[in-house]
C-alpha cells in the first residue's frame, strides 16, 4: 500500500551513500541486518544476551526474505477493542479520527454513516488507545529493537477494509527517514483473508534487489523525477523479479498474524475479485527512535514522540504536544 507522501514540495532529503556503505547491501546504508557480517553480529548478540533465541531464529529469515510472519502476534482481546472502536467511530461519527480517501491531499474527520469502503483511516494509534495496544505487542516490539539495535518508532499507521489492489512497490519510493534504509513495516490481520479478498503480496528476497536511481535519491520525487520515472520504477520492479528468478506470492493470513517487512521488499495487493469480501489491515510504519522522519524537519510542530508502554509514537496529522 501507498504510504503517505511526507515531503514538502521542493524540499530534498539527504540520500548520501553512508561513509561504510561497502559493509551493506545497499549504498545508502541499512540496519547491521543489511550488513555483510550480519551473522557474526547476530551470534555475538545472541551470545551476550541483547536477542533472545526467539527472536534471534527469526532473524536469518528476515535477511534472507525480507520478512517475517509471526503467527498470532496480535492478541484477539486487543483485534476485539480496535475493531469494536473502529466500528462506533463509523456508525456514530468520531471527530478526533481522521481518514483519507486515495488521492486525496488532507484527511477529514470521520462522519456517522460514512461508508468505510475505500476510506483509509490515517494514523489512528495517535487518538485510540485499543490501536496502540496492537502495535505494542511485544512479539512485535522485541523483534524490531533487536533490528533497530534502540527503541522502534511508530511514525505512520493506515487501517482500511479493502485490500488496496496496488502493484508492487518497494515503501523506501514514498516513505522517507533520514536514513533511507532505516526502518520496517508491519501489517496486523484482523480477520481470516480469503482467496479473492484482494490478498496482500510480496517478493521474497527483493529486498536485495539493487538500488534504482531516482536521480541520485533512494525515493521518488514526482516533483523532480516526474511520473515516467514511477512508471519506469514500476516496471522495474517486475523484470527485476523475473531476472533474479523470483515469485509473487500471496499471503493468505489467519486472523493475529503480523507480517513484518524490510523496508525495500517489493509488495503490493491482488486484483479484488469477489467485492463482497474484505482484508481488514492494520498497517505501521517504524524506525529507530534515533531516526527522523522526513515530517519532523519540515512540519517540526509534528515532531512530538509520546510513549506508551513501550511503543513510541509521532504522528504528522495529529497535534500531540497536549498529549499526556
Known amino acids: 500500500m501507498v504510504p503517505f507522501l511526507f515531503?514538502?514540495?521542493?524540499?530534498?532529503?539527504?540520500?548520501?551513500?553512508?561513509?561504510?556503505?561497502?559493509?551493506?547491501?545497499?549504498?545508502?546504508?541499512?540496519?547491521?541486518i543489511d550488513r555483510s557480517d550480519w551473522q557474526v553480529e547476530l551470534d555475538a548478540r545472541l551470545r551476550d544476551g541483547r536477542i533472545g533465541p526467539?527472536?534471534?531464529?527469526?532473524?536469518?529469515?528476515?535477511?534472507?526474505?525480507?520478512?517475517?510472519?509471526?503467527?498470532?502476534?496480535?492478541?484477539?482481546?486487543?483485534i476485539d477493542a480496535f475493531q469494536d472502536d473502529i466500528a462506533r467511530s463509523f456508525r456514530q461519527g468520531n471527530e478526533h479520527l481522521l481518514y483519507q480517501l486515495p488521492g486525496a491531499q488532507q484527511p477529514s474527520p470521520v462522519s456517522a454513516g460514512l461508508d468505510r469502503r475505500g476510506t483509509r483511516i490515517v494514523d489512528a494509534f495517535a487518538v485510540m488507545p485499543e490501536a496502540r495496544r496492537l502495535f505494542a505487542s511485544s512479539f512485535l516490539i522485541d523483534f524490531l529493537t533487536s533490528i533497530f539495535d534502540q527503541d522502534p518508532l511508530l511514525f505512520q499507521s493506515l487501517s482500511f477494509d479493502q485490500g488496496s489492489e496496488q502493484g508492487l512497490h518497494q515503501d523506501t519510493a514514498y516513505v522517507v527517514v533520514d536514513r533511507p534504509l532505516e526502518f520496517a513495516a508491519c501489517w496486523i490481520a484482523l480477520e481470516d483473508v480469503k482467496p479473492g479478498a484482494g490478498e496482500l503480496i510480496y517478493v521474497p528476497g527483493s529486498h536485495r534487489f539493487d538500488d534504482f536511481d531516482f536521480n541520485g535519491k533512494k525515493y521518488w520525487s514526482p516533483d523532480e523525477d516526474g511520473n515516467d520515472k514511477h512508471q519506469e520504477w514500476a516496471r522495474w520492479?517486475?523484470?527485476?523479479?523475473?531476472?533474479?528468478?523470483?515469485?509473487?506470492?500471496?499471503?493468505?493470513?489467519?486472523?493475529?498474524?503480523?507480517?513484518?517487512?524490510?523496508?525495500?521488499?517489493a509488495h503490493g495487493g491482488r486484483p479484488i475479485v469477489d467485492p463482497t469480501l474484505t482484508r481488514q489491515s492494520l498497517v505501521g510504519h517504524f524506525c529507530p527512535a534515533g531516526r527522523r522522519p522526513h515530517y519532523f524537519s519540515h512540519a517540526p510542530q509534528r515532531a512530538v514522540v509520546r510513549s506508551a508502554e513501550r511503543l513510541h509514537y509521532s504522528s504528522f496529522y495529529y497535534d500531540l504536544s497536549d498529549t499526556p
Open 54 to 78: 526467539a527472536t534471534g531464529a527469526l532473524i536469518p529469515e528476515f535477511v534472507r526474505n525480507g520478512f517475517v510472519i509471526l503467527r498470532g502476534g496480535a492478541e484477539a482481546a486487543a
Open 237 to 265: 520492479l517486475y523484470t527485476e523479479t523475473e531476472r533474479c528468478g523470483l515469485s509473487v506470492e500471496s499471503f493468505l493470513a489467519r486472523r493475529g498474524d503480523v507480517l513484518i517487512w524490510h523496508a525495500d521488499l
Open 7 to 32: 515531503r514538502k514540495k521542493g524540499a530534498r532529503v539527504s540520500s548520501e551513500p553512508l561513509s561504510n556503505s561497502a559493509r551493506f547491501h545497499s549504498r545508502f546504508g541499512g540496519l547491521w
